[in-house]
Each structure stands twice: as structure tokens, then as C-alpha cells.
């Protein structure tokens, strides 16, 4: 077993457990915790592919921004050491079916498709004034035009998010 | 495969944890469980976004560029989602999904 | 030759005026919306009669020395297509000449009476509006050159006719006769839209111009059998003249013009006795060489006519209500118009009963319209329509007493004031096809004169009827007219019609009859007398004379039942076995359709409607296992 395949077992074994704590566990603050566990190990992910701008990104962005947002509104919402009640067994059943049929269906489907076996050591990083051109860039592989869609989607985002939360005078 | 860890283990792993969110977003009442349920389904998206660009595709960076956008999405969709919930919660004061049915026909 | 395109003003003026009036009326004082629509009138008068001037003494006649048929103004107004089309114009010939000279005059002098007649009533712009949208219709009807505009501007003629008719529409009366009057007459019209489209199916074409000439395809198409052992040219004319009895009130389609003097008075004189209803008459003439070549058609015209006439002139003896005997008493002479037309030829002298039909048609309309008008005069005086409530009024009213006695002269038929003339070519006409009709229109001449008479004498002879307060002689807005239509009726007998309107243009020589003449004058005198003695003082002779004719006076008096027939049909058989029937069929099977199909609809959607249960996992679980299902068979079922 390479270093790689031990951090890639690790990070995914912390994926995969600390995701379904997070669906089941009934205290929500943990369940945020928990939530942050599994974002920080697909950060890991990302670094064990080499991706190290995306892994900051995610870092910062879903670890220190989302998550902090999750739980601030966990604060505004409910109390610290609330337990929330068991979801039902009317409810756990069908969607238990659902999921583990799904994930049998798309995990036999990658099992048995050829993926290319060469390796491939590309152990290199790409370097962030690539990225930095690329997102700016209107020739062929670059991202101008989606970049500004998302910032206007943020902008509208942001702009919606407050009128929403904003209170009402009436 | 990369650096020993075939492409498999990468998508199997989004695999997982794809239902797995799709299993909370299913039976969570709460409704920011849901939203957390929501991160976790694009997170493994993101994973085999990325995991298909590396072993795939190595000289190009697609798969990271839809990854940062959705990133961004994901942003967006956190920010307005939670002033929702917030906004339900003063009104109704309390967030679970069930009593939500206003609108029913 | 002149350009006659001008005349188009004649039918703009009072379209501009109606418009106008109509739509600002509100504004401005009655008095202006009565001016401007007088002045209207006034203008489209003296242009007609410089048309007629130039059409007949200028440049009317073609190569032969006969009138021709002048297109003066033609635009395409519907294309159908490259052969049909629908268009709008003015077509001048003698016919439609002389109907706007008598159109414009009496609408002109209607127009100056409403002016003093409607003084202070409520709706006086509607009124003049009104008044304007009718002369412009009836011109328009009049100088069609196409009998698709002319169907288009009789219908117009219709509406304004209801619109005048229900002009009180608060009185209860005055509703029911407009809502009459319009739905007989639609009646009628449907078979005027049958036989327009039968005819122009037949013929191709709809244009007068070309149906009337001589190598008309009116002439030669549609000839064969068709039903009945009748062609189908000779069935479009009979129902064409549906629509021409239903609106010139000819039997048994007469039951509206008696209910319609619920309007007022100055428009029953203009629309229901001078113009529009001889647009019957007007229509079999324009139509006339056609007619001619279907003697079945026209001897249908020549019955109803003279039946229609002795029918009215029955009638009109028993009425008491001054409006309702004139009124009888028009159907009489449309009923001579018709008649006459019935019995003429075509072409030359053989044409001598149409040239008689429209020589009465213009005297009648100047006296007609006098007639009326001096009714309203009298009626504004008395506040009645009763005959019972009036007498002695010769000395209140002098000048309507001149003027209406001239009129009763006239339509009586005594030499030499109008209707001497034109009654005269009438008789003579009928005289040279058959001897029985001829003394039937006989008959309804002395008849006219007594039921006239004893209307002139029950009105301003007799007792002297105490009145609440003293009847005045009318302000000079009424007057006047007054004065202007007797001198019409005075002399317009002195025209010389068989020179200007004839049937295919020609002018012939005309000469007074002696052997007509003589027993025409004497039945009229007869009549005079009978009622002089009868009316000149009160007496119990006409009651005594009622009694003894028993049944059939009590059924003239009511008018031979007619209307009670059509209630009758409508009510008991109609609504009983056809209505009722139908209404059942709509309320329980169209109905019930529809209401079963919300039924089931409604039924099906409640128990459907538990399916959106507001729960928004559980339509995510539904979406999720439809993906999941979706691939599964795209991906392990359906593969190859």
C-alpha cells in the first residue's frame, strides 16, 4: 500500500463515516460538526489529486464560510442541546431503498465500466497564474463568461438573501 | 489511476457519500439537516468532477473549473436558502419540513 | 357628361352629422345638434336636387334618347375574391334620382318640424342623431349599385328604424313595437338573404348594372325547374320580395307598422310612411327587368299588393287612434305601388303601371308625410292620438287645417292635386291587365276617400270637444314644413313622370284616361260624400252602421285577427312544440353534457388531489426513484 492509497483510504473513510453521522445524528450541532469533518477530508481529497488552489478554496470557502453560516443559523434556530426527534420508520424505509438501490445501480455501473488502466504520474501542480489566465480568458478553454455569470448569480444572491431575512415593518 | 488509487475508488467514494445525502435530504425534517444534506450531494459531485479531470483528462482543467463554480453555486445557494429558513422560522417558529404545506392543493 | 362623383357628399353629410351629433350631442344645447343636423339635411337637399337637374335635363340620356345608368361613384369595398366582390358606390338612374329628391325633402322638412316638435323632450341630440343615421341609410339604399350594399344599408335602415321606433324606451309600448317591428322585418329580410344568395349563385354577380341590362345573366341563368314546377330565378324573386313585404308592411308581414307609431310623429312620417317603408317597392322596381321575365314572381307582387291595399283601406275605416289610420292607410297605398308594379310591362308604354308605381310613390310620400306631419301638429296640441278626443279644431288650428285638408284631397284622388295623377296611372294600368283587380283598386280609392274624410271631419269638424286648455296653432318650425309639403302635394302631380321615370328609360307619351279617370274622381267623390254625411255633424249613423254590419266590422276593427294569429303561431305552436322541445334538449342533454364532464373532472381531481400532499420529500422520494428507475432502464434494459 503507496502513501497515496493510505491517504486516499483514510480521507475516504472519513468521507463515508462522518457523512452518514452527519444524515443520522440527532443533535444538529454535532451533525454541522460533522458536516465540516467530511468537506475538510474532500479538501484532502483534492490535495491528494494535486488540486491545490481548489483545496483552499474549499477550505475556506465551504469549511470556514458555509459551515460557519450553517451553524450560526443552527444558533438562530434552535437550542444548543435540542435533540431532535427520530425520523420515522414510514420515512426511513422507502428513502433507505432509494439510496442503498441507487448506490448499488451506479456502483455496479462504475465496477463494470472499462475505465483506461495506463497510469498516469502527474504529479504536478497546476500553477495558479494558469487558473488565474484560464478564468479570465475569453479565447477557447476560457472561463470570462461564466465567471461573470457567477459573480452576477452571487450579486442576486446576496441581494435576495437580505431583502428575504431583512424584517418586515408591516 | 493515480499515483496507485484507481479512478474507481474516487467515484465510489462520491457514490457513497451522493446517496448518502440523498438518503438525509429524503428523511431529515430539519430543514438546514436538508441543507446540509444538499452540501454533501454537491461535494461528491465535486469529487468525481475533479477525480475524472486528474485521470482522465490530465492536461486540462475543466473538472476543477465546474468545481469552483459550484462552489460558487453552492455559496449562493446556502446564503438564500438559509435567509428562507431563517424568514420560515420567524414566521412559523420552527423549521421542520412536515408542517410546511401551506400550499397544498 | 358631368361628373356626378360629388353626390358621394350627399350620403357623408349625414353620416358626418350622425357621428358628430351622436357622439358630442350631449354637449352641446339641444338646439345645436337640431341646426346642425337640419343644416345636414338642408345641404344634401339642394345637392340632390342638382343632381336631378343634371341627370334629367342635362346629361342623364344616353345615344337613344333614353335615361341611362350612371355609376358616379364605385369603390371595392370586400374582396372575396377575384370574381366576387362586394362594392360601394352610387349608381344613378331615374329611380334612384327621383328617391333622393323625395328622400332629402322630407327628411329635410322632418328635420325642421322635430325641431319645434321635439322642443323640451329628453334625448332631443339622440333624436336628431338618429334621424341623421336613418337619411343617410335610406340614401345609401337607394343608390346601391350592388344588392349586397343595398341588403347592407336595408338592415341599417332597420336598426334606425327600431332605435326611432323604441325612442321612447321607457314606455312599455314603445319597446315591445320596436322589438316587433325589428323582428318581423329581420323575418322578412332572412328571405331577402336568400334570394340575394340565390340569385347571385344563379348569376354570378351581384352588381344591378349588369343584372339589369338587357344581355343580363339574370335572363338566361337559373332558368330550369327548380321546385315547385318554379325556376330558381322566379324562386330568389319571391323571396327577395319577402324582404320587400316585410319592410313596405305588405300582407300578412303587416303587423309592425300599425304598433310602430308608438314613435314620434315626425318619424313615422319620414321612415314609416314616406321612405322607408317603400323601400319594397323601390327594391321590386329596381329589380324590375328581372321580375318582368318571371311572371309567376310579379304576379305574386301584383296579389299581395292589391290584396294588401283593399286589406289596410278596410281596416283603416274602424281605427280610431288618428296615427293608426294613417298608418293603415299607407299599407293601402304601398299596396297600390306594389299593385301596380304587378301589373306593368317593360319598356315603353307597356311600362305604364312601373311609371305609375313611382309616380305614386312621390306623390304619396309629399302627402303622406303632410298627412303625419299634421297629425304631430294636432297631436301636440290635443296631448291624444284619439280620434274621440278631438273635433272642431279648425278654428284653433287654421294653418293645419289648410294643409291637412289639401293633403286628404290629394290622397283622395281629386283633380288636380297630386294624387289625382299618379292614382290615375295606377288604374289605368291595372284597367289594361284585368277588370276585377281594377275595381278592387277602385273600391280601395272611394275607401280611401272616406276613411281620410272621416278622419278630416272627426278631427276638426263634429262636437265641439271641451279641451283643458285651448289648442294653439304650431310654432313656424312646424308650420312651415307644413306649408312646403302641401305645395308639394298641391303640384306635384304636375310632373311629367312618363318623359323622366320609366321602366327602361325610355320617355312615352301619357294622356288621362277618361274612361279611368271618371270612375276613379267619382269613387273618390262617393267616398267624400258618404263621410260628409256621416261625419260632418255628430250623429249615431256610423255607430248604427258599425252594428249592422255586425261580425265583420267588429273583425276590422280588430284588425282581422292577424295579430292574434301570429301570437297564435308563436306562442301556442312554436314555444309549445319547437321551444319548449329545444329547451329541454339544452338544459338536460347540452347542459347535462357539460355538467357531467365538471362532474367528472371534479370527482377525479378529489381523489387525485392527496397525491400533492404539500410534503416535499416525499415528491423528492418520488423524483429520486424515477431517475434511479430511468437509469436502470436506459442503462441494463434497453441496451442495443
Redesign the interface.
Known amino acids: 500500500m ?1 502513501t ?2 493510505l491517504m ?1 483510504a483514510i ?2 473513510a472519513v ?2 463515516i462522518f ?2 453521522l ?2 443520522t445524528s440527532r443533535r ?1 450541532l454535532r ?2 460538526t460533522f ?1 465540516l469533518f ?2 475538510v477530508a ?1 479538501g484532502g ?2 490535495f ?4 491545490n ?2 483545496a483552499a ?2 477550505l475556506t ?2 469549511a470556514g ?2 459551515v460557519v ?2 451553524i450560526f ?2 444558533l ?3 437550542h444548543i442541546g435540542e435533540k ?2 427520530a ?1 420515522s420508520v414510514k ?2 424505509i ?3 431503498i ?6 448499488a ?3 455496479l ?3 463494470q465500466h472499462p ?9 504536478e501542480r ?1 500553477d495558479i497564474r ?2 488565474a489566465k ?2 479570465i480568458s475569453t479565447e477557447k ?1 476560457g ?1 470570462a463568461l ?1 465567471f461573470e455569470v ?1 459573480s452576477i ?2 450579486l ?3 441581494v ?3 431583502i ?2 431583512k ?1 418586515r415593518k408591516d | ?13 462520491g ?10 435530504f ?5 430543514l ?2 436538508m ?3 444538499i ?2 450531494i454537491l ?1 461528491s459531485v ?2 468525481n468532477f ?2 475524472f479531470n ?3 483528462y ?1 492536461g ?3 473538472g ?2 465546474f ?3 459550484i ?10 436558502a ?6 420560515i ?2 414566521r412559523l417558529v420552527n ?1 421542520d419540513v412536515e408542517k410546511m404545506n401551506e400550499m397544498k392543493y | 357628361m358631368i361628373d356626378f362623383s360629388y353626390t358621394v357628399l350627399i350620403l357623408l353629410i349625414p353620416l358626418v352629422v350622425f357621428v358628430v351629433v351622436g357622439l358630442f350631442g350631449n354637449r352641446f344645447k339641444p338646439i345645436v345638434s337640431g341646426l346642425v343636423g337640419t343644416t345636414g339635411l338642408f345641404i344634401g337637399w339642394v345637392l340632390s336636387i342638382f343632381t336631378a337637374y343634371n341627370y334629367f335635363f342635362v346629361s342623364g340620356k344616353g345615344a337613344e334618347g333614353a335615361f341611362v345608368k350612371v355609376l358616379a361613384f364605385s369603390m371595392r369595398w370586400l374582396n372575396l375574391t377575384d370574381k366576387l366582390h362586394i362594392d360601394m358606390g352610387v349608381l344613378l338612374d331615374p329611380i334612384s334620382v327621383m328617391m333622393l329628391i323625395v328622400i332629402t325633402t322630407v327628411s329635410f322638412m322632418v328635420h325642421l318640424y322635430s325641431i319645434g316638435y321635439m322642443a323640451g323632450e329628453k334625448g332631443f341630440s339622440r333624436f336628431f342623431a338618429t334621424l341623421s343615421l336613418f337619411s343617410f341609410s335610406m340614401l345609401g339604399l337607394v343608390v346601391a349599385t350592388n344588392i349586397f350594399q343595398m341588403y347592407i344599408f336595408w338592415e341599417l335602415v332597420g336598426v334606425s328604424s327600431y332605435l326611432l321606433i323604441g325612442f321612447y324606451y321607457t314606455k312599455d309600448s314603445a319597446v315591445a313595437a320596436s322589438k316587433k317591428a325589428f323582428i318581423v322585418t329581420r323575418f322578412a329580410d332572412l328571405g331577402f338573404l336568400i334570394g340575394i344568395l340565390m340569385l347571385s349563385y344563379a348569376t354570378g354577380t351581384f352588381d344591378f348594372i349588369k343584372l339589369t341590362a338587357p344581355d343580363s345573366p339574370a335572363l338566361t341563368s337559373g332558368q330550369g325547374v327548380w321546385f315547385l314546377g318554379l325556376s330558381t330565378m322566379t324562386w330568389s324573386m319571391i323571396f327577395i320580395f319577402m324582404g320587400g313585404a316585410g319592410k313596405s308592411a305588405m300582407f300578412p308581414l303587416h303587423i309592425w307598422l300599425p304598433d310602430a307609431m308608438e314613435g314620434p310623429t315626425p318619424v313615422s312620417a319620414l321612415i314609416h310612411a314616406a321612405t322607408m317603408v317603400v323601400a319594397g317597392v323601390y327594391l321590386v322596381a329596381r329589380l324590375f327587368p328581372i321580375y318582368h321575365m318571371n311572371a309567376v314572381a310579379l304576379d305574386v307582387v301584383m296579389y299581395v299588393g292589391a290584396f294588401s291595399s283593399i286589406f289596410a283601406a278596410v281596416v283603416a275605416c274602424t281605427q280610431y287612434d288618428i296615427k293608426r289610420v294613417l298608418a293603415y292607410s299607407t299599407m293601402s297605398q304601398i299596396g297600390m305601388m306594389m299593385f301596380a308594379l304587378g301589373v306593368s310591362g317593360y319598356g315603353g308604354e307597356e311600362g305604364l303601371g312601373f311609371m305609375a308605381s313611382m309616380f305614386h310613390l312621390f306623390t304619396h310620400a309629399f302627402f303622406k308625410a303632410l298627412l303625419f306631419l299634421g297629425a304631430g301638429a294636432i297631436i301636440h296640441a290635443v296631448h291624444s292620438n284619439v280620434m274621440q278626443d278631438m273635433g272642431g279644431l279648425r278654428k284653433h288650428m287654421p294653418i293645419t287645417h289648410a294643409t291637412f285638408l289639401i293633403a286628404c284631397l290629394a290622397i283622395a284622388g281629386i283633380p288636380p292635386l297630386s294624387g289625382f295623377f299618379s292614382k290615375d296611372e295606377i288604374l289605368a294600368a291595372g284597367h289594361m291587365k284585368s277588370m276585377f283587380l281594377f275595381i278592387v283598386e277602385l273600391t280601395v280609392s272611394g275607401l280611401t276617400a272616406f276613411y281620410m274624410f272621416r278622419l278630416y271631419y272627426n278631427i276638426f269638424w263634429g262636437k265641439n270637444t271641451h279641451y283643458h286648455h285651448t289648442p294653439h296653432e304650431a310654432p313656424l318650425t312646424m308650420t312651415l314644413p307644413l306649408m312646403i309639403l302641401a305645395l308639394g302635394a298641391l303640384f306635384a302631380g304636375l310632373v311629367p313622370f312618363a318623359s323622366l321615370v320609366t321602366s327602361d328609360g325610355m320617355p312615352f307619351e301619357t294622356h288621362i284616361e277618361l274612361g279611368v279617370a271618371i270612375p276613379a274622381v267619382l269613387a273618390g267623390l262617393i267616398g267624400i260624400t258618404i263621410a260628409t254625411l256621416m261625419y260632418r255633424k255628430e250623429t249615431n249613423v256610423p255607430e248604427r252602421i258599425f252594428n249592422t254590419l255586425g261580425g265583420f266590422s267588429k273583425a276590422a276593427f280588430n284588425k282581422f285577427y292577424i295579430d292574434e294569429v301570429y301570437l297564435f303561431i308563436t306562442k301556442k305552436i312554436l314555444f309549445n312544440y319547437v321551444s319548449r322541445p329545444v329547451a329541454w334538449f339544452d338544459r338536460h342533454i347540452v347542459d347535462g353534457a357539460m355538467n357531467g364532464m365538471a362532474y367528472v373532472t371534479n370527482e377525479a381531481s378529489d381523489r387525485v388531489k392527496k397525491l400533492q400532499s404539500g410534503q416535499v ?1 416525499q415528491y423528492a ?1 418520488v423524483f ?2 424515477g431517475a ?1 428507475l430511468l ?2 432502464l436506459f ?1 441494463y434494459l434497453w441496451t442495443n
Not at chain 1, 491528494?48 to 488540486?51: D, E, H, N, Q, V
Not at chain 1, 475505465?115 to 504529479?123: A, C, D, K, N, Y
Open positions: 503507496t497515496n492509497q486516499f480521507f475516504a468521507i463515508i457523512s452518514i452527519t444524515v444538529i451533525a454541522a458536516l467530511v468537506l474532500t481529497m483534492y491528494l489529486l494535486r488540486f488552489f481548489l478554496i474549499q470557502l465551504y464560510g458555509i453560516l450553517i443559523s443552527i438562530l434556530t434552535s431532535l426527534e425520523p420515512k426511513i422507502p428513502a433507505f432509494a439510496a442503498g438501490f441507487g448506490a445501480l451506479c456502483i455501473t462504475i465496477v475505465f483506461p488502466q495506463e497510469v498516469i504520474s502527474s504529479s497546476t494558469v487558473i484560464a478564468l478553454f472561463y461564466p457567477i448569480l452571487l442576486a444572491a446576496m435576495g438573501a437580505i428575504l431575512a424584517k | 489511476m493515480f499515483e496507485g488509487v484507481p479512478l474507481t475508488w474516487f467515484l465510489i467514494t457514490t457513497i457519500m451522493f446517496f448518502v445525502g440523498i438518503y438525509g429524503l428523511v431529515r425534517k430539519n438546514i439537516t441543507l446540509m444534506s452540501e454533501l461535494n465535486n469529487i475533479v477525480a486528474k485521470i482522465l490530465p486540462h482543467l475543466e476543477m473549473f468545481t469552483i463554480f462552489i460558487a453555486v453552492a455559496a449562493a445557494e446556502a446564503s438564500v438559509i435567509a428562507i429558513i431563517i424568514n422560522y420567524r423549521i | 420529500q422520494l429520486v426513484s434511479l437509469a436502470l442503462i
